[in-house]
């Protein structure tokens, strides 16, 4: 017997069909058979009603730590996708720097198969592939064998490829196979051993720092190559105002350069580093009022393609240490739609058809995986209350990991459910 899902009274907005009001939506075993403005009620149906709730195609995160393979006292691909679930997402794409990377074919499918059994295959799991052999930098992966076991994009994310050469031939082969290089930008002689902004809070700390010119410096370098190979190159956590104009230039010149930022790159400064709390410490840093300014602008003119979130999650014991040696990062896949329906929606930064844009269309069509909200397709779908208000309480977080500096902040919007693969998640 089939299953008839009808949601009812609730926002659609999808800016690929322009639908943005109210609609009715019609489910049959996870197939969308119906979309109207209203549809006629029958006994047989699941009424869902969604009044004063968006629904829009599912979300994806293009930049997650699954840790999984090798880290997995930090998360699992298990956890992780659960934590994406209750984040709102029904899509991730996961980092290589794992133990092994994912640098072959063998891993990029393991990845693949855990995926599709945590938590029922709900959340896909895509896997982005090394540019180098074990992240190394000194020998292309196997590119071809990786986008062709699955991998959506080439990152040596944790570590920038710094050698030009490298870089250049990177774009060209991944260029056969229109995939994107997803690069960390950090030149490593200008970020030696930092571990904040540098600034005037890291010269009064005492604390060695990152200047924004490291972040700037190899984008510019990467964007001449872009141009020279003709590759596709997206710039992962843009963090400084110097960061969004080179690439605002660089769009202008229709390079096929795209880029994300993290909400915490467009929520917190380098002041809360001053706690020495070590999850304030992230790589790249927390900046200035300044660069969250300029980076509020690039999503508000298009500047800034993707909010991703970096989620990093590090167990307790490794991030409960000195400010020096804890290691980079934090979780975010549970506080994004908060953090940005507060800051960017809420303070008319962005409409929700901007923000739909950031989390699922653009994303999407940068992977290869874009989704459709059409009568015959696969229902995908993230919901959210937007004006639901919430207050972050790690001891409720999913993910196996709770390093964030956002406990006990109080949120307005939230996701509250997911639908993937005929399977309907509220929450």
Request: hydrophobic residues 40%.
């Amino acid at each position: 017997m089939s299953e008839m899902i009808l949601f009812q009274d609730g926002v659609l907005i999808d800016p690929l069909s322009q639908r943005d009001g109210k609609y009715d939506v019609l489910i049959r075993n996870g197939q969308i058979e119906s979309i109207k403005s209203s549809i006629e009620l029958k006994k047989e149906y699941r009424i869902v009603n969604l009044k004063d709730k968006i629904f829009c195609p599912g979300f994806i995160d293009m930049h997650v730590h699954l840790r999984e393979p090798g880290f997995e006292h930090k998360e699992t691909i298990e956890t992780g996708t659960l934590s994406a679930a209750f984040g709102g997402f029904t899509a991730v794409c996961c980092m290589p720097n794992t133990n092994p990377a994912i640098d072959d074919e063998s891993i990029a499918l393991f990845v693949q198969s855990q995926g599709k059994r945590a938590n029922g295959g709900i959340v896909d799991v895509y896997p982005v592939g090394a540019v180098t052999k074990r992240r190394e930098g000194k020998e292309l992966a196997p590119i071809a064998e990786l986008v062709q076991a699955g991998a959506v994009a080439l990152s040596d994310d944790g570590a920038p490829v710094s050698d030009a050469e490298m870089m250049r031939r990177a774009f060209e082969y991944a260029g056969m196979f229109d995939v994107p290089i997803i690069q960390h930008c950090e030149e490593p002689t200008l970020a030696k051993h930092g571990v904040v902004n540098e600034g005037f809070v890291s010269t009064s700390l005492g604390l060695p720092g990152i200047p924004s010119v490291a972040e700037e410096v190899m984008i510019a370098r990467d964007l001449i190559l872009t141009q020279y190979t003709n590759g596709r190159y997206h710039i992962a956590h843009v963090s400084t105002a110097g960061s969004v104009e080179l690439i605002r230039r660089a769009k202008k010149e229709k390079n096929r350069v795209t880029c994300e930022v993290t909400p915490h790159h467009f929520t917190l400064t380098d002041e809360l580093v001053r706690s020495y709390n070590t999850n304030t410490k992230m790589n790249p840093p927390l900046r200035t009022q300044t660069d969250i300014d300029a980076i509020k602008e690039g999503l508000r003119d298009g500047t800034i393609d993707v909010i991703a979130t970096d989620h990093a999650p590090h167990s307790l014991d490794e991030k409960e240490v000195d400010f020096l040696q804890a290691p980079f990062g934090i979780v975010g896949l549970e506080t994004a739609i908060g953090l940005a329906m507060t800051e960017l929606v809420h303070t008319g930064i962005l409409s929700l058809n901007q923000l739909v844009e950031k989390f699922s269309v653009n994303p999407r069509r940068i992977v290869g995986k874009p989704i459709t909200v059409e009568e015959g397709q696969e229902a995908n779908f993230t919901f959210i209350d937007p004006n639901a208000e919430w207050k972050v309480d790690i001891g409720q977080f999913k993910s196996k990991s709770k390093n964030t500096p956002f406990g006990d902040r109080v949120l307005k919007g939230r996701a509250v459910g997911i639908m993937n693969h005929g399977q309907l998640f509220l929450y």
